[in-house]
């Protein structure tokens, strides 16, 4: 059995096989800097190969739906009304109005005051309503004004919670703290009169920098309890890249193949067109495997994208290249 | 008066004499082509004396704009590949000489030789361009290299660009003069900010708007129409600029000492000003390039 | 591993090339007649016959030194670097005008995948031709060295050049470019299953205005490569191939005062460590050995991995394996095209039987391999020990042979342990330990923590028994000066 830096393998089922590693602050950083390093060239390589896939006819239209049930239907910003919510969880349930053959959306993702608009609107459509929380875009506050803020969401009746690591806690090297606010904002999370919340966390990858970074923070996250993990707040740039999704993708197939758990991946901010959209599928394919390639373990975080969609969707459909007008703005 | 006109029709046409329309020169600052902000322009002749058109004046704050876009410029420029550098170049030549009869009749313009001879200034600025753009990935190899450190360490010296440099183009040679002081500047790396002839700028505009359309990234190359003596001082003082060619002072010992004390001030590498322009048709050899690169060694153990 | 998210055929379109029924030889800058008995070229894809090449016999490779002498006496020798130069540049822009038409023809003739001809050979071969053109003028800053009169190196005269199968365009480049940028003129031969590139390379001289005799292009097989190396008036010889054939080229022009370079074959130990960048390591080791159907003379086709991570490691290079596309070369996604030959795969296939019957563990990925055609899957042999001869013999296929090491000290001495020594790979986060390797290995290149990374700045070639000289790079002009 092999002692080294590399992935132990386990028994199926159970996270706890890495009980010892979260014991302590010292075992848990020693564990994930004794994860292999990246090398960015080589990685970037990769992800650049894969984006050269070609994926043409019954392929392209598939892999658009598909993309199509794993967009995160995003509106985060500080002018955001009701109305505007209200306006986006239309169009998240009918994304093309010209076209019933459509499929709706995963979810729609706003901030937790509004969570209750959206939920008013998307009613039993099943298209979820995700929350951001913890001083998203930040984190910088208090833990329990992030856990009031987690709360909260979840009593508005969130289906998944995105929440934001504290960047700098990670950076200065306080692993264990970083590890501590996940694991309490899982508890957060919890329902007593129905399913608990999802988790997802974000890592703000542009801010972390290394894809050195980017896998012990994947590992941390996971053995921390995360039911997704996801790259960027869309607020900072460079948010998802596809080398940084990659790397991401190595960790959830990894984690699974050592504890036998399932974890999704959602990358967010910067993928506006279709083209990019399939680039990334192909990587979950090719990467993770075709397990992935279900809108319940991986989503886009997106907001123009969906247009992009839609008109490449059309032009599938009628042979001719559409334009914005015959999509609705929203 | 010859039967035909200048446009080729005969004279007497019907149509009349048509009246062309005559180009403004602007500055190249940044990709664009701006005027002066000083609102200042000068006069320019050909050298018959005959008014060609109104030359923008660089002022110090064109300067200053200029120093800002190539040093915005840097970054991505040194960061590219050599061999891309060496296609740009070798692009700019392209473009260069597709444009041969505008090129030739500025310079038959501005220094007022015979078509002939313009024609072979031409010829040797496109191929000074080309023999500089095949140097892109070349002076790395000739100019670095391994060093035998007594030790178990691996040691590589390898020459990087300086950063901004600033070229007083020479006052005589208007184009192959203007190339040659351009070229070995950009093509390892550097961005430059050129002050043209005085008297002579129109080549070095049309030289400019070849560069704007030879995928040349904004900024890299910033050509200022105006008085070395004026803007040189102030390229000369500037912190932001890394090192000064003074060529186009040749021949002013006392304002190429002034300007070279004043670039004392950041330690800028300086290009003296030689007593009068050299023969530019000879070969330049190393020194152009190298008096802008900076030597970086770097040392490694070598070890289990 | 089924496919949910199939891709569906991608396939570039072959409309933009004009194979012609019959080629004849360019000789002194026209299309000639050969006098040898003709030959067909066949697409190894699908084993359809695209066109009949004429053979050049010993009266043709006459009229062709004939031809590059007298370009050579007449025009090149005497034109001053910087105008050679720009014939190179020109050259050099047309193949990348002509890129994707160079790139599928290669493809249909050499049998690897679009994806690697568009991408790689094509405008690699480009970019050494914008290389070698800028030295035409700078040969006394080359660190040569000046003549005993002071005078700047000169060129040699005539050189015969002979290129292999696997990187037919790419491997003229690295011929004549360098050659021509020296101010020597040309012979080259073709391989016989792979003309198709250089002679529309041919016609890229003329649309140039290459003078004629310049570069001349003689097709054959080996009759036609013999009487070239051995022509007297050929005053070098660039030869690119199998070891066996360089030691006879060797042989043959001992006692006259031609100057040889040869870049033969390999038997690369791609080096992996225990604290290797682990799933950049696993890409390395299957570019190394699957890229170019492992037609590569510098290819990774030994495995060295720190026995520590052995397991792990071979779990998921299978796994890695599992997504490697094989099938149709024209298709944008195939990873993995066809072997070159009918004669080559045998090679193969007889290797493979005697690495089973050596005892080693063979194992590929399943693979829907099409009916026609020359095909093989990735292949790995495990429990390989240096006494198997999957362990010495260069295979140039897509098989690994998978062997592990204890120590640094003990990855040297095997991956050294060869008569070979073209290159070798190294995968390890630990700087000091990367040069300590490469300082130690055998091998004319060393990559590390990359593999199969080519550019025309960097010398390539080996020591020992892969050959001597240098292609690429400041290096790569001393073969052809004096």
């Known amino acids: 059995m092999s002692s080294t830096s590399t992935v132990p393998a386990a028994p199926s089922g159970d996270a706890g096989v890495y009980a010892d590693v979260t014991r302590s602050e010292s075992a848990l950083r020693r564990f994930l800097h004794g994860l292999p390093g990246v090398d960015q060239v080589g990685a970037e390589a990769r992800a650049a190969a894969l984006g050269t896939r070609s994926i043409k006819t019954t392929a392209k239209e598939h892999a658009l739906d598909l993309a199509v049930r794993m967009v995160d239907l995003t509106t985060l910003e500080g002018q955001d009304t009701p109305g505007k919510v209200r306006a986006l969880a239309s169009k998240a349930m009918r994304p093309d109005p010209a076209d019933p053959s459509c499929p709706q959306v995963a979810a729609v993702c706003v901030y937790p005051d509004l969570v209750a608009t959206a939920k008013q609107t998307l009613g039993s459509s099943g298209v979820h309503v995700a929350s951001v929380a913890t001083s998203f875009p930040s984190g910088r506050a208090a833990l329990e004004v992030k856990l009031a803020d987690t709360r909260a969401a979840v009593a508005a009746g969130a289906d998944e919670v995105d929440m934001v690591i504290d960047r700098g806690a990670f950076l200065a090297g306080h692993v264990q703290q970083v590890f501590d606010e996940i694991v309490a904002t899982k508890q957060a999370c919890a329902r007593t009169d129905g399913p608990d919340a999802h988790l997802k966390v974000i890592f703000e990858t542009g801010e972390l920098q290394t894809y050195d970074n980017v896998r012990r923070v994947s590992w941390l996250a996971m053995l921390a309890g995360a039911d997704f993990i996801k790259t960027s707040t869309g607020k900072v740039q460079p948010a998802a890249t596809l080398p940084v999704t990659l790397v991401m993708l190595e960790a959830v197939r990894d984690f699974r193949e050592a504890t036998g758990r399932m974890i ?55 042979g001719r290249y559409s334009g914005p007008d015959y999509f609705t703005l929203d | 008066m010859s039967a035909i006109n200048k446009h080729g029709r005969k004279r007497g046409d019907a149509r009349g004499e048509r009246i062309d329309v005559r180009k403004t020169y602007k500055l190249y600052i940044g990709g664009a082509f701006p ?23 660089a002022s110090r704050k064109d300067a200053r704009d200029a120093v800002l876009a190539a040093r915005k410029a840097f970054g991505g420029w040194s960061g590219r590949t050599a061999y891309n550098r060496g296609q740009v170049l070798y692009r700019i030549a392209e473009v260069m000489e ?21 024609e072979g200034v031409v010829d040797e600025a496109v191929d000074r361009l080309v023999w500089y753009a095949g140097w892109a990935d070349k002076v790395a190899q000739v100019v670095g290299g391994a060093n035998p450190v007594a030790g178990p360490f691996f040691n590589l010296s390898s020459p990087e660009p300086t950063g901004v440099v600033a070229v007083l183009a020479p006052q005589e040679s208007s184009l192959l003069g203007l190339v040659s002081a351009v070229a070995p500047v950009v093509v390892t790396g550097n961005t430059a900010v050129v002050v043209s002839s005085y008297e002579r700028p129109l080549p070095a505009v049309t030289f400019a708007e070849v560069l704007a359309t030879s995928d040349v990234p904004a900024g890299v190359v910033n050509i200022l129409t105006g008085s070395a003596a004026t803007i040189g001082p102030w390229l000369a003082a500037h912190m932001d600029v890394n090192a000064i060619d003074l060529v186009g002072v040749a021949g002013d010992a006392a ?5 070279e004390v004043a670039a004392a001030d950041n330690l800028k590498r300086v290009r003296r000003a030689p007593a009068t322009e050299p023969d530019w048709s000879a070969d330049p050899g190393l020194e152009p390039m190298t008096a802008f690169l900076e030597v970086k060694t770097v040392w490694h153990p070598i070890g289990v | 591993m089924p496919d949910i998210f199939e891709y569906a055929p991608a396939p570039e379109s072959r409309g933009i090339v004009d194979i012609k029924p019959s080629y004849g030889l360019f000789i002194g800058g026209d299309f000639v007649e050969g006098h040898g008995t003709s030959f067909k070229t ?10 009949e090449v004429a053979e050049a016999d010993a009266a043709d490779v006459d009229a062709a030194v004939a031809a590059a002498r007298a370009a050579y006496d007449s025009v090149w020798s005497r034109m001053p670097g910087r105008e050679r130069a720009k014939y190179l540049f020109r050259i050099a822009r047309i193949l990348q005008e002509r890129g994707r038409e160079l790139a599928v023809l290669e493809s249909i003739d050499n049998g690897k995948p679009i994806k690697e001809s568009r991408d790689v050979d094509v405008p690699t071969a480009a970019a050494h031709f914008f290389y070698y053109a800028g030295w035409a003028d700078k040969l006394e800053h080359a660190g040569l060295g000046r003549r005993q009169d002071g005078s700047v190196p000169r060129p040699l005269g005539v050189a015969g050049q002979v290129i292999p199968w ?9 011929k004549i470019a360098p050659a021509l940028a020296c101010g020597n003129t040309v012979v080259l031969k073709p391989a016989e299953t792979t003309p198709l590139t250089a002679l529309l390379f041919a016609e890229i001289c003329q649309q140039a205005d290459l003078p004629p005799g310049v570069v001349n292009i003689v097709t054959g097989a080996g009759a036609t490569g013999q009487a070239l190396v051995a022509h007297p008036d050929v005053d070098k010889v660039a030869f690119t191939g199998s070891t ?17 370079t040869l870049e033969l074959g390999g038997k690369a130990a791609n080096i992996v460590f225990d604290d290797a960048p682990i799933d950049q390591a696993v890409e390395g080791v299957v570019n190394g050995i699957f890229f170019n159907q492992g037609h590569v003379c510098c290819a990774g086709s030994r495995l060295l991995v720190q026995e520590s991570v052995a397991e792990e490691f071979l779990a998921r290079l299978k796994r890695r394996m599992g997504t490697l596309r094989v099938g149709d070369p024209l298709d944008k996604n195939t990873d993995i095209g066809a072997i070159n030959s009918a004669e080559q795969l045998a090679k193969i296939r007889e290797l493979s039987a005697i690495g089973e019957a050596e005892g080693a563990g063979r194992w590929s990925p399943a693979c829907d391999l099409p009916a026609t055609g020359y095909w093989f899957p990735p292949t790995i042999f495990t429990g390989v020990s240096q006494a198997h001869r999957i362990a010495r013999e260069e295979i140039f296929g897509p098989v690994l042979s998978v062997l592990t090491f204890r120590t640094p000290a003990e990855a040297v001495e095997k991956a050294n342990n060869t008569p070979f020594g073209l290159s070798a790979g190294v995968w390890t986060e630990k700087g000091s330990r990367i040069l300590f390797m490469a300082d130690r290995l055998r091998a004319g290149v060393v990559w590390a923590n990359t593999f199969n990374k080519f550019d025309p700045a960097s010398p390539f070639g080996g020591y020992q028994e892969s050959g001597y000289g240098r292609e690429g790079g400041r290096h790569g002009l001393e073969g052809y000066l004096r």
Do not use: C
């Not at chain 1, 992935?292 to 459909?317: C, Y």
């Not at chain 2, 597709?98 to 313009?118: I, K, L, T, Y």
């Open chain 3, 42 to 51: 066949v697409n190894p894809a699908t084993e359809e016959v695209l066109a």
């Open chain 3, 166 to 174: 696997n990187f037919p365009l790419l491997m003229l480049a690295w």
């Open chain 1, 264 to 318: 999704g991946v959602k990358p967010a901010g910067g993928i506006r067109t279709a083209k990019d959209a399939i680039k990334y599928l192909v990587m979950v394919n090719e990467v993770a495997g075709p397990d992935w390639l279900d809108p319940e373990w991986f989503r886009f975080g997106a907001s123009t994208l969906l247009n992009d969609l839609l008109m490449q969707r059309t032009k599938m459909r009628t």
């Open chain 2, 98 to 118: 597709d444009r041969r009869p505008q090129f030739v009749q500025a310079v038959v313009q501005s220094e007022g030789v015979s078509v002939d001879a313009a």
């Open chain 2, 255 to 259: 304002l190429a000492t002034d300007l």
């Open chain 2, 35 to 57: 005027r002066s902000e000083s609102g200042h322009s000068y006069a320019v002749a050909d050298r018959t004396g005959t008014f060609v058109a109104n030359a923008a004046l």
């Open chain 3, 244 to 260: 066996e054939v360089g030691k006879a080229i060797a042989r043959a022009v001992a006692g006259t005062s031609k100057k040889v």
